[in-house]
């Protein structure tokens, strides 16, 4: 059968001696110059957004891996590991990008170092495909809903670990928190401290984690027989909070003022907490707030915010070991997901002061 036009012309035909892409077939592919492509695998910063969004379209179609880098993957060998994170403002992903920083790591002598860098969801999948002289090997990628771009980057030949990936796939292992526990330890920590009339602040709804904390603290709720609101929010930012927090606070319920308040960030926390203040709302003492995540911030703020802690390093930690092991193992890896729990630290938004 003859090849379709509208096919991506594989390297196959012009260099089959290794049947692998080269630089010019990238540059024919984008329609720049092979100088252009250069730049963008080495000095992207020069070549002009659109330009290089190309070549990096390009780059993932042909599946072009320097030669370097594709004597390595070939033997299922790479000398660096690369962690791609959504946001570095976040003290969980702050956690996990430490663990490459530590110290390389070795498997059957070969050494491995271990490199870290924050994009945009919307920039994560050219990074990860992209080979560059220092990540030229798997790609260890944090997504909420990661499977277009897993798929992709296997389809490379690269194996994936995905770390907070909320949608299990059976070609990749992965590292999850129990999000639904999370949700339950914060709900039943208001309950144990008095609250009766619970709101979840729930920014990103359609995010399956969201849902899932959610879940958690629908259980707590109804064990206890309170009652509880859902709030949506268009994000999980601190602003976000004081907004929405201020409108929830102003016009309580008939049935009574909210008394406990669960956010799945600590920076929604800290914007409610911030619109309670400002509205004369005593906390914790009218009002209880449960954040999310642990962030620097939530202990170094005007009121300390209790907050569901995740295991971040540990999860670093876990999710390196299953991709040197696959790196190791190749066709005889058995792909599986960790589960790992979090827990409640209590500080003084929910602790009211002793009578």
């Known amino acids: ?24 077939d990238v540059a024919r592919r984008a329609g720049v110059a092979i100088g252009t492509v250069s730049n963008v695998l080495n000095n992207p910063e020069l070549v002009a957004v659109q330009t290089r969004l190309k070549v990096e379209a390009a780059i993932a ?20 590991v690369g962690l791609i994170l959504i946001d570095i403002g976040n003290s969980l992903f702050v956690t996990l990008r430490a663990v490459p ?21 919307s920039r994560q999948l050219s990074r990860a495909l992209r080979p ?76 399956r984690l969201i849902r899932r904390r959610l879940a958690g603290v629908e259980r707590a709720v109804a064990e206890a027989g309170a009652s509880l609101s859902v709030v949506e929010a268009p994000n999980l930012q601190i602003g976000t909070g004081r907004e929405v927090g201020c409108q929830l ?3 309580q319920s008939v049935d009574g003022p909210v008394d406990g308040l669960v956010c799945p960030s600590d920076l929604l926390a800290v914007g409610v907490i911030q619109a309670a203040t400002e509205l004369g709302i005593r906390v914790p003492d009218e009002l209880m707030v449960v954040g999310y995540d642990d962030n620097h911030f939530a202990s170094e703020s005007s009121i300390p915010v209790s907050s569901v802690s995740l295991p971040g390093y540990r ?4 999710a390196i070991e299953l991709l040197l092991e696959e790196i190791d193992q190749g066709s005889a890896h058995v792909h599986r997901t960790i589960m790992l729990d979090p827990h409640l630290i209590p500080r003084r938004s929910t602790l009211k002061s002793p009578l």
Do not use: W
């Not at 096919?7 to 012009?14: L, T, V, Y």
């Not at 920083?101 to 969801?121: E, G, H, M, W, Y």
């Not at 909420?144 to 194996?159: I, S, T, W």
């Open 101 to 121: 920083s530590r110290r390389p790591v070795k498997l059957n002598s070969s050494s491995f170092s271990l490199t870290a860098t924050a994009l945009a969801p």
């Open 315 to 318: 999860m670093g930690e876990l």
């Open 132 to 207: 560059s002289p220092s990540r030229g090997g798997p790609a260890l990628t944090p997504l909420e809903e990661p499977l277009e771009m897993a798929h992709a980057v296997l389809g490379h030949g690269r194996p994936v670990v995905l770390v907070i990936a909320t949608s299990p796939d059976p070609l990749t292992c992965g590292v999850m928190v129990n999000e639904e526990l999370g949700g339950y330890l914060a709900a039943t920590h208001l309950l144990e401290e008095g609250a009766r009339r619970l709101v979840f602040l729930a920014g990103f709804p359609e995010l």
């Open 61 to 80: 179609e042909l599946g072009f891996v320097r030669n370097s880098a594709a004597r390595a993957l070939a033997a299922r060998r790479t000398d660096t």
């Open 1 to 24: 059968m003859a090849p379709s036009k509208d096919r991506p012309r594989r390297a196959d035909a012009d260099n089959p001696a290794t049947g692998r892409p080269r630089i010019q």
């Open 249 to 251: 606070l102003v016009s």
